[in-house]
């Protein structure tokens, strides 16, 4: 299977959890690399999102707080660094400020740009996935360079026991490659 269809069957599998909601940009609407991968998640389960990072995750965070599991979709890594106030100050901390008493469980979905056909620019295809890993201790970031580690490790971030989140950085030149 390409890493495209890996992602595709990976949200399929969220998509039957009744506690898992998908929120972000072009979900409903295609737009991005990853909207063809939600074909197959029923629109009543996604929120469409204007550009709107940090809110996005701090919906998240609070979606999560009520029982729901979100998937918080940011097509591009360079736009997530917008929401890092919320990741870094919120979400990785909150298990800790509330001395245990939350345990919020988000799963974050975002891709390193695409440089082909085009290179668009350093915005637009920035790798700073050893950044986060310094600055997140209690949300696991895994860096998806491999077709056959998509599906386990979505289904790993679902069926977390521990209910940490998890940060899943894809990379957009690989969803044509097995």
């Known amino acids: 299977m390409t890493y495209k269809d890996e992602l595709t069957k990976a949200m399929k599998l969220l998509a039957k959890d009744k506690k898992v909601i998908f929120l972000g940009q072009n979900i409903v609407y295609s737009g991005s690399i990853m909207s063809s991968s939600l074909k197959d998640v029923p629109n009543s389960k996604k929120i469409e999102l204007p550009l709107i990072e940090d809110a996005q995750m701090g919906m998240s965070i609070g979606l999560s707080l009520e029982g ?61 996935t050893e950044g986060l890993k310094h600055m997140l201790k209690n949300v696991e970031v895994i860096k998806l360079t491999r077709s056959k580690e998509i599906f386990p490790a979505y289904k790993h971030a679902l069926e977390r026991k521990d209910e940490k989140s998890t940060l899943l950085i894809e990379v957009a030149d690989l969803y044509g490659e097995k």
């Open 68 to 128: 729901h599991i979100p998937v918080s979709i940011y097509p591009r890594i360079d736009f997530l660094i917008i929401a890092t106030n919320q990741l870094v100050n919120h979400l990785d901390k909150i298990e800790e400020m509330s001395c245990g008493q939350f345990k919020p469980k988000v799963i974050i979905r975002t891709a390193i740009g695409s440089t082909k056909p085009l290179y668009p620019g350093l915005q637009h295809c920035s790798d700073y």
